[in-house]
């Protein structure tokens, strides 16, 4: 449960998954910093603040209750002290998400200043326009010369300018240059895997290129040494496999010749030994037997190769299925041709009249009626259909003898096979960057389909 879900979440590519921790652990390291800043550092002097003033706004009570009535009110009136709180003021302030921590450290000062300032000296925040606080009085006590003459006769409200400390504008400014460079590290990070990423591109399309039977040119060893070190393997790799190559060129073509020179002499022999006049039977069955052998060499042969080496060409695929046709029909096997139109597209074409032939011989030794050949092109693919009206193996059965040396039930009447005709059929057909599949055919019978992608090898 827990593997799929994080398959679900993580995103696809190493270079997505590197970002996106690079840009969590950046913003992880962000909040942190910010967290401690605020805790250790912000918090306890804003309170400091906080403390200091209210000192200043006590004594400033004190001062105003010990100054003569009409010296008070003129300060008073200086003071623009009103006996009323302004409606700009606000007992609790409103949160602001775009000056949030504007907003933390006012309500820090405001929870410290309340602390500090009698229960009677309330503190009011005015947002509105400039702001300031506003603080209540004490209302005067009269004087000892008789009662007081203030027009004050209830507390009254004053207003005095924010502390720099409490609005924290500059280290709101320092939080975003923070989140800034958070950004750009992440960016950097981002740059910096792009050119990590660009040698292992390069090696992903080499390796493409040796599953399809070409040899790429030596990758770059000058990079990081990491990837140098990847670099060099793959090369070393690739050289073991083109001198494998090499040898098993060697010793198929050593194969062909040491098993088809002996058979050619064993056949002039044969014939020279027969006396004329006598019964040539055995010399019949003999050459069966021989031609047995050469058939199932070819085919150990053709599977061993499979035309790795052979280039591909751009080629008109149904004119190679028009001249095949032509050839079975002069040997007395019609098959119906429904060509749609295709485009060009390349592909090797020995070992793409090897592949046809296969199944257009295999379609008429185990199909042998409603042979036909059907073709039609999508918007990425190009398939080529073999149909016969065989009552032989299912679809399902013919999906097993793909692999090497598999034969099927109806191949117990039919000698000199191998078991390697349908494998040399899909292992052409990946060279080719497609795939043999096979379905079964409207009115009986089966359909095998070689479906090939418009950019063909």
Not at 1 to 25: K, Y
Not at 94 to 108: G, I, K, S
Not at 126 to 153: F, K, N, Y
Not at 184 to 198: D, F, K, R, T, V
Request: hydrophobic residues 45%; contains cysteine; aromatic residues 6%.
């Amino acid at each position: 449960m827990t593997r799929t879900l994080s398959r679900l979440l993580l995103p696809r590519t190493l270079l997505a998954r590197n970002i996106a921790l690079l840009i969590a652990l950046v913003m992880l390291s962000q909040v942190c910093s910010i967290v401690v800043l605020l805790h250790y550092v912000q918090r306890p002097r804003v309170e400091r603040a906080a403390a200091v003033f209210a000192t200043y706004v006590t004594t400033l009570d004190d001062l105003l209750a010990a100054t003569p009535p009409a010296v008070r009110a003129e300060l008073t009136a200086r003071l623009d002290a009103r006996e009323q709180l302004p409606p700009q003021a606000s007992g609790a302030p409103p949160q602001d998400l775009l000056h949030a921590y504007r907003t933390y450290q006012r309500d820090v000062f405001l929870d410290s200043l309340r602390k500090h300032l009698p229960a009677d000296m309330p503190a009011r925040w005015q947002t509105e326009g400039a702001q300031r606080l506003w603080i209540r009085m004490h209302a005067p006590a009269a004087g000892s010369d008789g009662p007081a003459v203030s027009t004050h006769l209830a507390p009254y409200w004053i207003a005095l300018p924010v502390p720099e400390d409490a609005q924290g504008s500059g280290l709101e400014a320092a939080i975003f240059l923070s989140l800034g460079l958070g950004v750009l590290a992440a960016l950097a990070g981002y740059a910096i895997q792009l050119h990590l990423n660009e040698p292992l591109r390069e090696l992903t399309q080499a390796a493409r290129r040796v599953s399809a039977g070409d040899m790429p040119a030596p990758l770059p060893t000058d990079g990081p040494a990491e990837i140098a070190a990847v670099g060099s393997a793959f090369n070393q790799m690739t050289r073991a496999l083109q001198e494998a190559e090499s040898t098993r060129a060697l010793m198929l073509a050593g194969i062909s010749h040491d098993i088809r020179t002996p058979l050619t002499k064993l056949r002039l022999s044969m014939a020279m030994a027969m006396p004329q006049g006598a019964d040539s039977s055995f010399v019949i069955a003999a050459e069966s037997y021989l031609d047995q052998i050469e058939t199932i060499l070819q085919q150990f042969m053709d599977y061993a190769g499979s035309g790795e080496r052979e280039e591909a060409q751009p080629g008109d695929l149904n004119a190679l299925i028009e001249r095949l046709a032509g050839d079975f029909a002069g040997l007395g096997h019609e098959f119906e041709l429904s060509l749609g139109s295709l485009p060009a597209i390349r592909y090797r074409p020995i070992s793409m009249m090897r592949m046809l032939m296969n199944l257009m011989q295999n379609a008429i030794v185990y199909g042998g009626t409603g042979l036909a050949v059907r073709t039609w092109a999508t918007r990425d693919t190009v398939t080529v259909a073999v149909c016969d009206r065989g009552k032989g193996l299912t679809a399902e059965e013919l999906e097993k003898l793909k692999a090497p040396f598999q034969r099927g039930r109806n191949a117990r009447a039919h000698s000199g096979g191998t078991g390697l005709g349908l494998s040399i059929v899909e292992r052409i057909a990946r060279q080719h960057g497609g795939g043999l599949q096979f379905h079964a055919r409207d009115g009986g019978g089966l359909e095998a389909w070689i479906v090939l992608p418009v950019k063909a090898a």
